[in-house]
């Protein structure tokens, strides 16, 4: 398939969408690049999946405009807009077999018959779905399900491929493999997509940009790694991966750089604008360094108060002077700590970061 | 150019400039008009109607016409939907005002008919484009229809009407003369609470419908879970058993009521012989007008509650029990929940019928008064007051509405949607044993009594005359549908064919009118948002609230005179079929429609499929059992509908109804009641050919034998 040369971009321009008095994306610009996959990531009612209706035209904007590929198609209805969208629930026609399902986009746009059928196979087979064509939707597995949702939007070859949560209706072997399957594919053809989850360990693992969305605006907008390190709020730490939100003290020692106080602990790292005095600090799990207590005078000391073996690593919840900590160490799976020990803690400088 | 709207702007003006713009003696296709066209002033299109007839009024417009062909150069973003709407909006009010206000002009015809249609047009293209209704013109378009054919056709008429509440009878405003007519003691009287003497007629219609809604909704219930639930042998002959009672004209079943319980009854012949119990009138009043009713209308909620019961997902079922619910909880707690909104829509079909229902209190009623029937006597009686009519008929609306929204109410926002884009497959379970007994209990000797009731009625064709004479006859039947072979061909002599052909003809044209009109707006409804949809709602269930005999009172004041003259012909017999039939579409539309996942609909508009492909191809498919609803019953209760007719048949449009009524009138019950076997004979058929063309629904669920083979290892 010649889908590369068809992929556009998605671009919105302080798109606001509102249901009388109730508010579901306020004011929200963002770009997505032809041929990238790029994630809404959100809790529930954050705004993710009107954000994505709205690119497919099923809802039209309270204000701003929104591009295709270039072309403002604000007030071009869903017919029209040459994007299509894998529903969570999947939206297969129950009353058609497998291949009417996935010749339907392509009969309606006014493809004969038999070039329908040929790109509907076609379409399947890049799924793996070969010898199902008859079959009913009812009669395939939840997986299977999906795929001919897939391939039923992407034989259409649109500018923009949507998903609306996919994974969602899977078990978690599946989840996993389903995702990596979107992201070859996604690849493979330099598609276009925008994928809406509420699953942060499935964004950060498909996506080139990351989109985080709460209470119906924007909270930060990066790629994983950026999000993952350099969280711009509370928020954005918490919902990516695991962050143990701390207070401590800043003072600043130069253009880029500050010393932080953690209780006892002291270590540079970038300021990112905050000002000097007590600032919130989000420190990764895997950031925190434990060591049994040697009596000598450590600068942080704590007692561990749960301690879970997980194969690979252990988390244990650490009592401390600033706060419980939550962490995660993988290097000394072979001689854990046990509950009621005492630690000196320390810190890896680039799994801390200042957030708002 | 948009193509849309030049489509219609060309349209609208080849109808402006050639098409007769008034009504025809004769009609369009009478061809007469052509001899002095274009110039003759009968036939003239409205340019000429204009330029040589005088008909300034007609001039302006040709401006809203042309408007947006010559200000195609507009390219702001906000102006050409301005532009549009100002035409669109305009336009149609225009022809409207100056048929109101210019006399001396004839009925709109073909010509201003198609006009006043393109600006109409233009309008809804002109929301569309406004970003209204998420910018789908299909959906602008069937919206736009909708509200003009209900403010045409029900608000204008019933408006004419409800004038006439607050106006004396020599047409002054008189306000206290509607008090005193609302607060009459005949109308809200409780004597019956404390003596012999009867309740207000208010209070005698609701008793009546709430009882009648109760029992059918029941009743239809328990014939519903026999045939989707049960291993019951006879199912095929239930079903058509359960549809007898619709296609049969109420009043005959009122008369086979008499037949069996009358003084002269069968039964009350039995009883007095076997055990010497004395013959009285008890079946004339409230036991027979309800024994009647729930004859006549069981059906109703029976095909209603059938589409919800099959409706309802097999999982939902199968997960209660995994739940470890036993069937009796499974169905107590996730069926029959899931069934609300279809037992509800059943109540109110009951409810609203038996207020509407003319014919068998006409004929059972006794002392009973009901509100229909004191409408019509109010206005074709001694009494002949047209105030006191229209004063009944708000209370009669009130109650109505009432019912509509206690089931809104109820109902509240749930979901139950469960035909779900994700392909379900599973089994419903069986009925628990008790239920199963109840529910056999119930409907079994219902079944047998409807049997007994249409036995009555064929056999009272065969004899010479009933509760005299028992022998063997065909004379009734030689009367109504004798044929001759003459040298020129089959003359048909018999005197009913007349009233049959037009019978089948208008019933004809209207049942897939009302089925489409109907499921256009239980789409609306059901699947847009736009504001004032309850408005919108209201405004198409109303026709249905408001009795057939204050219809068609409605339809002669309204549609006598220009600019819109109807009556007399077979229009306005077709009309006003479609709108008092339409809600039933509404309601079947609605209750299966709410049970397809509106995500099917949007992945459609996302494949690039169009709002009216995507009902096409999607919609319709799965909504075949409302289709064959809404065309039975449209087809049907145009055959058979009595109150409102009666007032619209002229002497070339006679119905079989009225005629029958005629004839019963005169005493020839024989002839009458071979002529009802004949109907009902011939809308089986009907029925049966409906059901075959449309045919089932295909959602892919397991046959239970499959699922039993599978359990066995190979």
């Not at chain 2, 239809?220 to 989707?228: K, M, P, R, S």
């Amino acid at each position: 398939m010649s889908l590369e040369t068809r992929s556009g971009s998605v671009e919105f321009r302080r798109v606001t969408k509102a249901y009388g008095p109730v508010v579901a994306v306020r004011d929200v610009s963002f770009t997505v690049a032809a041929g990238t996959l790029v994630t809404l990531l959100g809790p529930s009612g954050c705004g993710k999946t009107t954000t994505l209706r709205l690119i497919a035209g099923l809802e039209m904007t309270t204000s701003g405009q929104i591009l295709i590929g270039g072309s403002d198609v604000t007030r071009v209805p869903a017919t029209d807009r040459d994007v299509s969208m894998v529903f969570q629930s999947y939206a297969l026609f129950p009353h058609m077999t497998v291949l009417e399902n996935v010749c339907y986009g392509l009969r309606v746009g006014g493809e004969p018959r038999d070039r329908a059928v040929a790109a509907a196979r076609e379409g399947l087979a890049l799924l793996g779905l070969v010898g199902f064509d008859d079959r009913l939707p009812s009669e395939l597995s939840g997986g299977q399900q999906q795929r001919v949702a897939v391939a039923r939007a992407l034989v259409l070859e649109p500018r923009v491929l949507l998903f609306d949560e996919p994974l969602s209706n899977l078990d978690a072997k599946l989840r996993r493999r389903v995702r990596e399957e979107i992201r070859d594919l996604q690849q493979k053809l330099r598609l276009s997509v925008v994928y809406v989850t509420h699953d942060q360990e499935e964004a950060l693992a498909v996506s080139d940009q990351i989109i985080v969305m709460d209470n119906a605006v924007i909270a930060q907008q990066g790629t994983p790694t950026e999000l993952y390190r350099e969280p711009a709020s509370r928020f954005v730490a918490d919902f990516i991966g695991d962050a143990n939100l701390v207070k401590g003290t800043l003072k600043r020692t130069d253009e880029r750089l500050a010393a932080l106080r953690l209780g006892g602990v002291e270590f540079a790292l970038p300021h990112r604008g905050a000002t000097d005095g007590e600032v919130n600090v989000a420190i990764r799990p895997e950031a925190v360094r434990l060591r049994p207590a040697d009596g000598t005078d450590a600068p942080l000391i704590g007692t561990i108060l749960k301690a879970a073996y997980l194969g690979s690593h252990m988390e244990y919840t650490v009592g401390s002077i600033i706060g419980e900590l939550f962490v995660v160490d993988s290097g000394g799976v072979a001689a854990p700590l046990t509950v009621g020990a005492g630690v000196s803690i320390g810190f890896i400088s680039h799994g801390v970061t200042v957030v708002d | 150019m948009d193509r849309a709207v030049l489509g219609w702007a060309v349209a609208g003006g080849i109808a402006y400039a050639l098409l007769p713009w008034y009504a025809l003696e004769d009609g369009i296709f009478g061809f007469g008009w052509l001899s002095g066209y274009p110039t003759d002033r009968a036939g003239a299109p409205a340019l000429v109607q204009a330029l040589l007839h005088g008909r300034l009024a007609l001039l302006p417009v040709a401006v809203f016409l042309l408007a947006p062909l010559a200000v195609r150069g507009v390219r702001g973003a906000g102006a050409r939907p301005a532009l549009l709407l100002t035409v669109g909006a305009g336009g149609t009010a225009w022809i409207a005002v100056q048929g109101f206000a210019v006399g001396g002009q004839p009925g709109i015809g073909v010509g201003g008919l198609v006009v006043f249609a393109a600006l109409l047009m233009l309008f809804c293209v002109g929301m569309a484009a406004k970003g209204a209704f998420n910018g789908d013109r299909f959906v602008s378009g069937g919206i736009g229809t909708v509200v003009t054919l209900v403010v045409v056709f029900v608000f204008f008429p019933v408006s004419c009407v409800l004038v006439g509440a607050v106006e004396d009878s020599s047409g002054a405003f008189a306000p206290s003369e509607f008090w005193a007519k609302l607060s009459a003691r005949e109308v809200w009287g409780l004597d019956c609470l404390s003596s012999s003497a009867g309740c207000g007629v208010a209070w005698n219609t609701l008793i009546l419908g709430v009882l009648v809604g109760a029992s059918t909704t029941a009743l239809g219930l328990a014939f519903a879970l026999i045939v989707t639930r049960t291993g019951f042998r006879a199912k095929k002959a239930l079903r058509l058993l359960t549809v007898l009672p619709i296609i049969t004209p109420p009043f005959v079943i009122g008369l086979a009521v008499i037949l069996l319980f009358g003084r002269a009854g069968a039964f009350t012949t039995f009883m007095e012989q076997a055990f010497g119990v004395v013959p009285s009138r008890w079946i004339y009043g409230l036991p027979g007008v309800w024994l009647a009713q729930v004859l006549a209308f069981t059906p109703i909620a029976f095909l209603v509650l059938i589409g919800v019961v099959e409706g309802i997902s097999p999982s939902m079922e199968e997960a209660a029990q995994t739940l470890r619910a036993d069937r009796w909880r499974t169905f107590t707690t996730v069926s029959l929940p899931l069934m609300r909104p279809g037992l509800a829509n059943a109540f109110l079909l009951g409810f609203i019928e038996s207020l509407a229902d003319f014919g068998n209190p006409l004929v059972l009623g006794g002392n009973y008064h009901v509100l229909s029937i004191s409408i019509f006597f109010a206005v074709v009686g001694a009494q002949h007051d047209r105030g006191r009519a229209a004063v009944l008929s708000i209370v009669l609306l009130v109650f109505t509405l009432g019912a509509f929204y206690a089931q809104r109410r109820w109902l509240g926002r749930r979901s139950y949607a469960t035909v779900t884009g994700k392909g379900d497959a599973g089994l419903h379970p069986p009925l628990p044993a008790s239920v199963r007994r109840l529910v056999y209990a119930t409907a079994l000797p219902w079944a047998v009594f409807t049997a007994v009731i249409y036995v009555m009625i064929l056999f009272g064709g065969f004899v010479e005359t009933w509760g005299r004479d028992h022998r063997f006859s065909l004379r009734h039947y030689a009367a109504a549908f004798a044929v001759d072979v003459t040298e020129f061909g089959l003359h048909w002599k018999g005197a009913a064919w007349n009233s049959l052909w037009t019978t089948i003809e208008i019933a004809a044209i209207s049942a897939p009118l009302t089925a489409a009109v109907g499921l256009l707006t239980a789409y609306l409804i059901v699947r847009q948002r736009f504001r004032g949809k309850e408005a919108f709602e209201f405004g198409t269930m109303l026709s249905f609230a408001i009795p057939g005999t204050v219809i068609g009172i409605s339809y002669i004041l309204a549609f006598n005179t220009p600019p819109i003259e109807l009556t007399g012909t077979g229009i306005i017999l077709v009309i006003c079929f479609v709108f008092r039939n339409m809600p039933v579409g509404v309601r079947a539309g609605i209750a299966a429609m709410s049970q397809i996942d509106r995500s099917l609909d949007e992945a459609s508009l996302t494949l690039g499929a169009r709002s009216l492909t995507t009902i096409r191809r999607v919609i319709l498919p799965l909504l075949r059992p409302a289709i064959v609803a809404a065309l039975v019953f449209s087809f049907v209760r145009a055959m058979t509908a009595i109150s409102a007719v009666i007032f619209l048949v002229s002497a070339n449009y006679d119905m079989a109804t009225s005629y029958i009524v005629g004839r019963v009138e005169n005493g020839d019950y024989g002839l009458a009641i071979a002529y009802c076997s004949v109907l009902i004979g011939f809308m089986v058929l009907v029925v049966l050919l409906i059901q075959f063309v449309v045919g089932r629904r295909r959602l892919g669920r397991r046959a239970p034998t499959q699922v039993s083979l599978e359990g066995i290892p190979a």
